[in-house]
C-alpha cells in the first residue's frame, strides 16, 4: 500500500551508492499534437540528479528532429523530494503526497517553459500489493525479469534494499510556453515514482502503456516486449489496472497487438480482463511520436502520444515502448 511518505526519499544505507529515485511525467496538448515530458532521477547516496524534459510537436522519429531537448546530469541532488529545485530550472512541489504535484520549468537559455499542476484520480496503484495486483498471485507475476528492472517488476522488502513503484493517472491542467507560443494545457496521463538499487544494465524491454479517457475511466499497463525480425512483440502483461470512478481494479491478462514505425507505435488494440471479469477493448492511433533517449543514456523509450477510442469515447494520453540499447544491438546485430 502506498502511503504519504511514498512520495518522499526512503533512507538506505549509504554503501548502496546505486540507490535511485525517479519521477516521470508525460503531458499533451493533442489539438496542437504535442507531446511532452520530464524525467528526474536522483541518486542521494551519491548526491547527483539528472534532470531531463523533452518536448515534441507531430511525427519526429529521429532524435535530433526533436522540438526542444534539455537533459542535464551530475546536478546536485536535493535534500528532499516533495519541494525542490535543481539547477536544470525543474521545479517540484508535492504538495498533497501522493496524489497532487506541482512541476514548474524554464529553460535559462529561453525557449521552453511550463507550469503544470498533476491532480491524482485515483489511489496510487501498488503493483507490490497483492490486493492491488493480482498477478502476484501467479507463478508468471512472480518470476524475476531483467527486461523490467528492479524499480518496476521486482520488488524487494530487504530493509538495506527495498524497492517499489506506483503508478497513478491524473489530470494535468497548466501552460506551456515553447519557441515564444503558448499551450494551454488541459489533458490526462500518468505520474509515477520509483524507488530501488538501480543498475541500468541496457537489457530491459517493458511497454509503458496510459490510455486515459477523463475523470472516470482510464487503463494502465505494463507489458515485456520483444523484437522479432525487427519487429515490436507485446509478449505478455506484467501488471496493470483498470480505473473507474475514482476506484482501481487489477488486470488479470491483456493483450496488445499493433504496428509501428521506426519502433515508435502508430496503431495498436488492447483487450483486457480486469480482476471482476469486465472485458475492455481500446484502439489507438498515434498523433505525434519520438525516439527518448535523452532521459536515460543507456535506453531509448520509442513514444508515442496515442489517440485512443473505446467504443464511442476518445482520450489521449502516451505509450512508450522502452529498451535498453544493449537489448536492441543484440537483436539488431547481423
Known amino acids: 500500500m502506498i502511503t504519504a511518505k511514498d512520495s518522499e526519499f526512503h533512507p538506505v544505507p549509504k554503501s548502496n551508492w546505486r540507490w535511485a529515485e525517479t519521477t516521470p511525467l508525460s503531458f499533451s496538448v493533442p489539438q496542437a499534437g504535442i507531446l511532452g515530458n520530464l524525467y528526474i532521477a536522483a541518486r542521494p547516496n551519491l548526491g547527483v540528479a539528472l534532470s531531463s524534459v523533452g518536448i515534441v ?49 524554464e529553460y535559462k537559455l529561453g525557449g521552453c517553459s511550463f507550469d503544470l499542476t498533476f491532480r491524482g484520480l485515483h489511489e496510487p496503484f501498488d503493483a507490490a500489493d497483492p490486493t492491488q495486483n493480482p498477478l502476484l498471485a501467479t507463478a508468471e507475476g512472480q518470476r524475476f525479469d531483467e527486461r523490467l528492472g528492479t524499480q518496476w517488476g521486482n520488488p524487494t522488502s530487504d530493509p538495506d534494499n527495498p ?62 516486449l520483444d523484437v522479432r525480425n525487427g519487429k515490436t512483440v507485446y509478449e505478455s502483461l506484467r501488471n496493470g489496472y483498470a480505473m473507474e470512478n475514482g476506484e482501481v481494479f487489477g488486470l488479470v491478462s491483456a493483450t496488445v497487438e499493433g504496428y ?62 522502452i529498451f535498453g540499447l544493449e537489448y536492441l544491438a543484440e537483436r539488431q546485430a547481423l
Open 260 to 321: 509501428g514505425s521506426h519502433f515508435c507505435p502508430m496503431n495498436v488494440r488492447i483487450v483486457a480482463t480486469d480482476v471482476r471479469g469486465k472485458r475492455h477493448e481500446v484502439s489507438g492511433n498515434a498523433i505525434a511520436v519520438h525516439p527518448w533517449y535523452n532521459y536515460n543514456p543507456s535506453h531509448v523509450a520509442f513514444q508515442s502520444l496515442m489517440q485512443w477510442r473505446c467504443g464511442n469515447r476518445v482520450g489521449y494520453s502516451e505509450m512508450a515502448d
Open 57 to 105: 510537436k507531430g511525427f519526429r522519429f529521429q532524435p535530433h528532429e526533436v522540438d526542444f531537448s534539455d537533459a542535464q546530469m551530475h546536478l546536485p541532488c536535493p535534500d528532499n523530494y516533495t519541494r525542490y529545485t535543481l539547477e536544470s530550472g525543474l521545479s517540484v512541489h508535492v504538495q498533497e503526497p501522493p496524489r497532487v504535484m506541482r512541476f514548474q520549468y
Open 163 to 224: 524497492s517499489g513503484h506506483f503508478e497513478l493517472l491524473g489530470h494535468i491542467t497548466g501552460h506551456l510556453e515553447l519557441r515564444g507560443q503558448r499551450y494551454e494545457v488541459d489533458c490526462y496521463d500518468c505520474v509515477d515514482h520509483s524507488w530501488s538499487r538501480r543498475t541500468e544494465t541496457s537489457k530491459r524491454a517493458v511497454s509503458w502503456i496510459s490510455a486515459a479517457f477523463g475523470e472516470d475511466y482510464g487503463l494502465h499497463m505494463a507489458m515485456l
